[in-house]
């Protein structure tokens, strides 16, 4: 099965209903994907109380790719709001949790930095990290190209398969050692996740200031000939794991969800069970 969704849920106007509140976005994207990366989980521990308004908010059949805390993948900006490495895997498998008993947590997305290259030490990193975290699926994402270079790339899906872990394969600009090219090999029969983050090579590289820098990394809108490029990577996916998560990342300028529909299109997906509040805003116009 093929899922289609979008990087949160509350930044996507194009599908929420007139006069939606905040409250409400949730259940309005509902109506429109089966899955959605939930991103807050990487700037914060989330509380119980949000995690069970979700759960609440969502049909049964709706999933969650959760992003690993930023503390546990080396990305920390600002002080650790925990005293302990102990600490904070117990809050975050706290607050994971429920999603899994509920049946709604697709996996957990390991998002390691640029400078996370290749290296004994860092194998070893991921290696501890799975020990933490082994109750959940678990998919690795690598932002440094040595993972895959020629002599490392086998080794590296290897690797990942050897310790049951779902290949996180992204679509993004190519522009130097910070960045990965598209893979796509499953390293599960069961899970792969694809994340696509557009291919602006200038706003990779010059993403502006520390509080703009999203806002230019992931402007970009996909067009048609590169979705059907996707899509010829998505159906050989499809042929090596059960389940391929496709999560649209480029909403800087609002193209995620326009894009993500006219690939629901292209590749003729259907998806059951949305909210009930589903609304034909995209009918005819993608």
């Known amino acids: 099965m093929i899922y289609v969704g979008l990087t949160g849920w509350g930044d996507h106007p194009d599908v929420y209903s007139p006069g ?3 409250k409400d976005k949730l259940a309005d994207y509902s109506a429109h994907f089966p899955i959605v990366e939930l991103d807050s989980s990487f700037y914060a521990v989330q509380p119980e109380r949000n995690i069970s ?4 908010e969502t049909p049964d059949n709706f999933r969650f790719v959760v992003k690993a805390y930023q503390g546990m993948t080396g990305h920390q900006r600002g002080e650790n709001p925990f005293d302990s490495r102990k600490e904070m895997f117990d809050a975050y498998r706290k607050s994971v949790r429920p999603l899994k008993e509920a049946g709604k947590l697709a996996m957990v997305l390991l998002q390691f930095p640029p400078w996370f290259d290749c290296q004994k030490e860092n194998v070893q990193e991921i290696r501890n990290i799975i020990d933490e975290l082994q109750e959940f699926d678990l998919a690795i ?10 002599e490392m790339k086998d080794k590296t899906v290897a690797f990942l398969r050897e310790h049951g872990l779902i290949h996180s ?4 600009p190519q522009a130097g050692d910070g960045s990965i090219p598209l893979v796509p ?3 599960s029969k069961d899970k792969v996740l694809l994340r696509l983050h557009g291919r602006n090579v200038h706003g ?19 067009n048609r000939p590169e979705l059907d490029e996707i899509s010829r990577a998505v159906q050989s996916l499809a042929k090596q794991a059960e389940d391929v998560y496709v999560i649209f990342n480029n909403n800087s300028g609002g193209h995620a969800a326009g894009n993500a529909k006219e690939f629901q299109q292209l590749n003729g997906l259907h998806f ?6 589903q ?4 009918e005819g116009g993608v």
Do not use: T
């Open 272 to 277: 059951d069970g949305l909210s009930p509040k």
């Open 20 to 22: 939606s509140k905040q």
């Open 169 to 172: 394969v992204c679509d993004e």
């Open 53 to 56: 308004k979700w759960i609440r």
């Open 141 to 150: 994402e690598f932002r440094h190209q040595s993972w895959y270079a020629n």
């Open 279 to 282: 609304l034909d805003l995209f």
């Open 185 to 187: 090999e499953s390293s």
């Open 204 to 222: 990779w590289l010059n993403p502006g200031n520390a509080e703009k820098w999203r806002e230019v990394r992931y402007l970009y809108d996909y």
